[in-house]
């Protein structure tokens, strides 16, 4: 009895596809067209804000980047950004491994995981008072305390997607590494690690864009207008009876940039290292 072949063709939900696209354009791209138009305008043609503008007023970035204090902001928001990838790469990796390997093995690595999983779910708003009054205290309200703290605060998430991924590396390469004589920590940095690099792109984009969009954070704890970063500069358009909305707009594109500039290059890194974790968790 001969086998018959079926071919199915895929169908594609062309209606629903074009909707879809049409809604992205609307959401995404719209607020985006509307930042830049009011970035490029002269403060007399505001009365309608969607109106293109007769003559773009690029001057408005330059003031922009005065009144800011573009690059000591830049500098003090790029410092934090790295620091902390530098360090929640190499150690909230290792936590995960540890965890990863001993979870199934020791009721402590096992309760560890779900605590720092069960953190994702605690709003910021919540602890704001106690973290400001402790940061104080310890002297973290500046610009290296609040690094450390976005290190801490980043565990949660990060544990959740290094340990999706540890699990789909085998068991075996650490029993090999441990009949050749290497310790646990060598077989983390030199077997492990360099294995981890799909992850750790993964966690360092998505770590790169919470460190560099935060406005919380740095409004509760950096006091001090030295150590500002670039979001909270945004504050210097406004005033007690009005708000230079053109010179605002025009500083909120050039804060945009980079961060938009991340994710277009990464973005598939971003959405490839966010599926395993989740899937293999």
């Not at 919540?126 to 980043?154: C, E, R, W």
Request: aromatic content about 18%.
């Amino acid at each position: 009895m001969g086998k018959s072949k079926c071919k199915v063709k895929e169908k594609y939900n062309w209606p629903m596809t074009i909707l879809l696209l049409v809604l992205a354009v609307v959401f995404i791209l719209g607020p985006l067209y509307i930042a830049v138009l009011i970035a490029v305008k002269d403060p007399s043609e505001m009365a309608n804000v969607l109106s293109f503008p007769k003559k773009l007023r690029l001057q408005n970035f330059v003031d922009a980047w005065v009144m800011t204090d573009y690059p000591r902001k830049f500098m003090n928001t790029l410092f934090i950004t790295v620091i902390n990838l530098v360090f929640t790469i190499l150690s909230n990796s290792m936590v995960a491994y540890a965890i990863t390997r001993n979870k199934d093995k020791s009721k402590f690595f096992n309760f560890a995981y779900y605590y720092f999983v069960s953190a994702m779910f605690i709003p910021f708003n919540v602890i704001m008072l106690p973290l400001v009054k402790q940061a104080s205290a310890f002297h973290m309200d500046n610009i290296f305390g609040i690094t450390f703290l976005y290190i801490i605060f980043g565990l949660p998430m990060n544990i959740f997607l290094y340990t999706g991924f540890v699990k789909s590396i085998p068991p075996a390469l650490d029993e090999a590494a441990y009949i050749d004589g290497a310790t646990p920590f060598q077989t983390f940095y030199k077997i492990i690690f360099p294995l981890m690099k799909p992850m750790s792109a993964t966690v360092a984009i998505l770590s790169f864009m919470w460190t560099w969009n935060d406005f919380s954070m740095p409004l509760v704890l950096l006091s001090e207008e030295k150590y500002q970063t670039l979001q909270l500069a945004q504050y210097v358009f406004k005033g007690q009876f009005n708000t230079e909305y053109n010179l605002a707009f025009a500083s909120y594109v050039l804060v945009l940039i980079p961060i938009l500039l991340v994710y277009i290059f990464c973005q598939k890194w971003i959405i490839a290292g966010v599926t395993n974790g989740a899937v293999k968790a």
